[in-house]
């Protein structure tokens, strides 16, 4: 069975294993422009700051009492441009033997009922466009395309 709960300062260690776990699995096969080590050298501190902010969530998922999987998330204060209070799940990761058990979803479903308790009024995620898996993930999760980020390489003409 696996605990799905607010992360505490005891969990860091684990939570940091998933973000290196993340981002050696995806941003380190889709986007060379990330720093891969940020996570070894900055992510202990994030994640310690952010354990208690009120504004911040950080879940750690629990079994056998161990961080199997993580996700972090942030809900940003309506603003004149955009009059609506938006969750935004920044980042989640499972670990390889943790998955296809409903962590992930129950993760999800934890950041949903978070969001709603902050009254945001939308929830956001971003995924990169070749990474198939987690798109359908979110999909079945009920989050659908909202926009399209393009990027290119500054090249001299």
């Known amino acids: 069975m696996t605990e799905i709960r607010t ?6 260690p684990g939570l940091v294993e998933c973000s290196i776990g993340l981002f050696s699995e995806d941003a380190g096969t889709r986007d060379p422009t ?4 940020w996570p070894r050298t900055n992510a202990a501190q994030s994640l310690t700051e952010g354990i208690g902010d009120p504004e911040r969530l950080i879940l750690a998922a629990i079994r056998d009492g161990r961080v199997v999987g993580s996700l972090t998330g942030d809900v940003a204060q309506a603003s004149h441009m955009r009059p ?6 920044r980042s989640m990761y499972v670990r ?8 992930g979803s129950a993760l999800v479903e934890a950041f ?11 929830l956001a995620v971003t995924a990169y466009a070749a990474n198939d898996d987690a798109i359908r993930f979110y999909r079945r999760n009920g989050f659908a395309p909202h926009h399209l980020v393009l990027e290119a390489q500054v090249e001299a003409t």
């Open 7 to 12: 992360a505490v300062h005891d969990d860091v």
């Open 34 to 37: 990330m720093n891969l080590d």
């Open 84 to 89: 609506i209070r938006l969750a935004t799940l």
């Open 96 to 103: 390889p033997e943790a998955r296809d058990g409903g962590v």
């Open 112 to 122: 949903r009922a978070w969001a709603l308790d902050k009254k945001a009024d939308r």
